[in-house]
């Protein structure tokens, strides 16, 4: 759901251009399903309890199934970082994760990437 977290959860707002730009089809956020889906189901209301949150959350997750777009959104989220709301079928928790993962693996690549003489001549 395309939302700034400053905003009431009640009303949906979509960056205008700050996600990265399809070029097929113009912005990606102007095909997102959640524009037409009512915005409480990707943001958390106050004291939600944890029932109540997980069942929202795996609803807004069906919404973002069938989206279109959900990658780009997800890559928006992960870029931004969107620190609220379910974002390209991912919670906050589920976008930490992905993240410290994409970290951990970039830290291994350059770890492990060859230097020296003998790496450009081999």
Excluded at 12 to 31: C, K, L, T, Y
Excluded at 47 to 63: F, G, N, Q, W
Excluded at 88 to 96: D, N, P, Q
Aim: proline letters at 11%; charged letters at 25%; aromatic letters at 4%.
């Amino acid at each position: 759901m395309l939302q700034p977290p400053h905003q009431s959860p009640q009303v949906a707002a979509v960056p205008s251009q700050r996600g990265p730009a399809r070029e097929d089809a113009g912005p990606w956020h102007s095909e997102a399903v959640c524009r037409r889906d009512e915005a409480g189901l990707f943001f958390a209301p106050s004291k939600e309890p944890t029932a109540a949150r997980l069942s929202r959350e795996e609803a807004a997750k069906r919404v973002c199934a069938r989206c279109p777009v959900m990658v780009d959104c997800r890559e928006h989220a992960l870029l931004q970082p969107e620190p609220y709301g379910v974002w390209g079928g991912l919670t906050a928790a589920e976008r930490r994760v992905v993240l410290a993962r994409r970290r951990r693996r970039e830290m291994e690549l350059r770890n492990a990437a060859p230097t020296g003489p003998i790496a450009a001549a081999g």
